[in-house]
Each structure stands twice: as C-alpha cells, then as structure tokens.
C-alpha cells in the first residue's frame, strides 16, 4: 500500500497559488487513473484506488499547509503504511520553476508543511517530491510569493511540470524510489541543455 499526499492550504483563496502545487500533482494523479470522489477524514480528503496492482490512498490534508502532520499521522496510522510508503508532494521556492528533486528524506529544508508531517511522524526519512515554483521577485516577502498565482507563462511551464510529476508518481509506484529519483531528478538538467 501506497499513501500519497499532496500539500497546500484548503479553500478556494488558495486555489491554483503556487504553495498548493502539491494539491495540483495529486488531483492530477487521481484524475489520471480515474480515482473515485474524495471523502472528508483524517482532518483530510482521501480516496482511494488500486494503481498498476497497488492500493493507493491520495490525501490532501484540509488543516492548513503549516499542521499537515496532524492529518498524515492519521492516515499513515489507520491504513497502517510504511513511512517509506509515503510519499509528500509539495512547493520548493528554493528550486527554479518546474526544476524537481525527489528525495528519500532528510531535512524539511525550510517547507513547514513537511516539517509538521517530520514532527508527527516522528522520522525524516519519508520519500517527498520537491516542486519548483521559484523565488520571489525583488523584496517580495516569502510568503506573500508563495500565495500567488503563476503567470500565464508559468502556468503553462507548470502544466508540463505537473504531468511529469504524475508520470515520476508512477514510477515510485510500479519501480521505486530510486527509479523515480532516477527518471524525474535531471529532468531540468537535460531541458537546460
């Protein structure tokens, strides 16, 4: 079993901003593979779906970016899944625009959504995808950037980000971590090029 979470901030304020680009991947993901409607549990919407053989259960925790840890506690608890069985899908503004890092674990590198899941997990190693949304332009204030919607341009640079993240999803899913951290890391590096 498989437990997918997407971060970002519930309502419709936030809809679309580039802090709620984890609810983007996951919603896309479920779209995909036909998952059925979400249903409120686990301070959360969850469904869930079996995915190439797997059962796969989406959370989108609905408590606020910052007390996400609360909801994936929960979920991890009662559906009993392996922290390594998760996977955190979330905004990085330390990375370049549709720039990706999946990772095993490690620090929450400032994210505070993945630092409560951390806290009430009690483990940094849980296997999370990095989405880049960039950094603010000029003195723009951190938090206000991520608040934002993209542009135009970078919705549609987004739009290609988030069908490669369902694809490296995927990918965890049927062939593992490694295999994922392999097909989606140097993504940008070989667009760069």
Known sequence: MKLIVGLGNPGPRYHLTRHNVGFDVLNAFADRHFFPSCRSRFYGLV???????????????????????????????????????????????????????????????GQKGLADIIRHLGDDQIPRLRIGIGRPPGRMAASDFVLHRFTDVERN?????????????????????????????????????
Request: aromatic letters at 4%; hydrophobic letters at 40%.
């Open 47 to 109: 469904t869930d779906h079996s995915v190439s053989g797997e059962k796969v259960v989406l959370l989108a925790p609905q408590t606020y970016m910052n007390a996400s840890g609360k909801s994936v506690r929960q979920c991890a608890d009662f559906f009993k899944v392996d922290h390594e069985n998760i996977l955190v899908l979330l905004d990085d503004m330390n990375l370049d625009l549709g720039r990706l890092r999946m990772r095993q674990g490690g620090s929450a590198g």
């Open 157 to 193: 640079e987004m739009d290609v980000c988030i069908a490669d993240c369902v694809a490296g999803v995927e990918t965890w899913i049927t062939d593992g971590l490694n295999a994922a951290m392999n097909q989606l890391n140097p993504l940008k590096e070989k667009a760069d090029e």
